[in-house]
């Protein structure tokens, strides 16, 4: 009887040590789901660090507009004008929107910069007075 049963606990002990087929593909299969996960959030954060970069950029040719429209020390007058800025390599496009406020002595001057695909990124709004 003891001839029997040591076969037989052999066998259980090495169902127990060894893996089956289905437990290594299932194992692969969360290992690649979390890779997959992995690459997308990478690339998720590539992106939003191409547009932060974008943006950046888009702000300081808004800042540069109105920046030189307070040093001209003239009263703007009301309207739109068309601007272009290259920053970093990167060309953008912008308008400069002068509007009256309340105040006749005033005049709210928006810079917005738009992307090559015509994509507002950036509004800068400033108020300029009269010298």
Known sequence: MNRGTRPQRQRQ???????TLLEVLVA???????LAAGLRAAGAMTDNAERLAQVI????CADNQLTEQRLRRNF???????F??????RSYGGKLLT???LNPGFRRVDAV????????LVTLSTVLGRQ
Do not use: K, Y
């Open 13 to 19: 002990r090495q169902r127990q040590q060894a893996f």
């Open 84 to 89: 272009a800025c290259e920053q970093l390599g």
């Open 28 to 34: 692969i299969a969360v290992a690649a789901i979390a």
């Open 113 to 120: 910069v738009s992307n090559a695909q015509g994509q507002v």
């Open 76 to 82: 703007p007058g009301i309207g739109d004008s068309d």
């Open 57 to 60: 950029e888009a702000q300081w």
């Open 99 to 101: 509007r009256p406020t």
